[in-house]
């Protein structure tokens, strides 16, 4: 669940000599059958090879239980409420309280969050923030985190009502009446990429008799031995950001191991 992966890749790579800011990202119940368990014996891993920093990428991560996501967020803070669930007129159903001995990581943490984050990744973002645990970077997360139940009518028609809500620790549901009310806010909002990398004109013809698409004479032999220009990369400004503030130790507050 946990790895020191590049954004689009869950394989994990050891991390290069003398870093001390290590990046991790959760990526559910892919990697295993108890993802909780699996961030546990990752962030170890990063713990044993001297990780002093850690990034926790949740950016498009949704799924997931609410206690894998209470058994994650308990890695990084010691004490406190985790999260609760709350029934109709938003009644406390159940809270999840912090446990001491389930510390894993007491260094500087910071999180990053986007429109993509949902569920369980929203319960440790929003645990980050109410437990002053550390800085949540990026954009408002989506919004998620109910149970629901079914019940069977007559003639065999059945009704999905929404029985629980997931609420961070002081209530506030990550579902609310709208999209207005809805996720985690971030304690520093950093936008991302807004719009997707370009797309070459020529690579949109889709045909390959259409007379634009073929070389002028006499110039089939530059085409071919002219090599393909690449795009430069893009700029990950809101991990940019986070290790901006785990390098100047900005409101990044640490705590003691239990």
């Known amino acids: 669940m946990l790895s020191a992966a590049s954004r689009r890749r869950a394989r994990y790579a050891a991390p290069a000599p003398r870093r001390t800011a290590q990046r991790t990202r959760p990526q559910g119940a892919a990697c295993g059958a108890d993802p909780a368990a699996d961030a546990r014996a990752r962030l170890q891993d990063l713990v044993k090879q001297g990780a002093q920093k850690v990034v926790i990428d949740m950016r498009d991560t949704a799924g997931g239980s609410l206690t894998e996501a209470v058994a994650v967020a308990n890695l990084f803070i010691k004490d406190g409420m985790l999260a609760q669930t709350v029934g109709r007129e938003g009644k406390p159903l159940k809270t999840f309280p912090a446990d001491p001995k389930a510390v894993l990581f007491s260094g500087p943490v910071v999180a990053l969050i986007d429109s993509g984050t949902a569920g369980a990744a929203e319960v440790v973002a929003s645990a980050i923030i109410e437990r002053n645990r550390g800085q949540v970077v990026g954009e408002k997360s ?17 009704l999905l009502l929404t029985t629980v809500k ?60 002219t090599p393909p220009q690449p795009k430069p990369a893009t700029e990950d400004i809101q991990l940019k950001k986070a290790l901006e503030l785990l390098r100047d130790n900005k409101s990044v507050p640490t705590q003691k191991a239990a």
């Open 142 to 158: 989506f919004g998620a985190g109910t149970e629901q139940q079914l019940f069977t009518l007559r003639g065999g028609d059945g």
């Open 166 to 225: 997931w609420a961070n620790s002081s209530g506030k549901t990550f579902l609310g009446e709208d999209r207005a009310h809805s996720g985690v806010a971030p304690s520093v909002e950093v936008k991302g990429q807004e719009v997707a990398d370009g797309v070459d004109p020529d690579d949109l013809t889709g045909n390959d008799d259409d007379a634009a698409s073929k070389p002028e004479p006499g110039n089939e032999k530059r085409d071919a031995t």
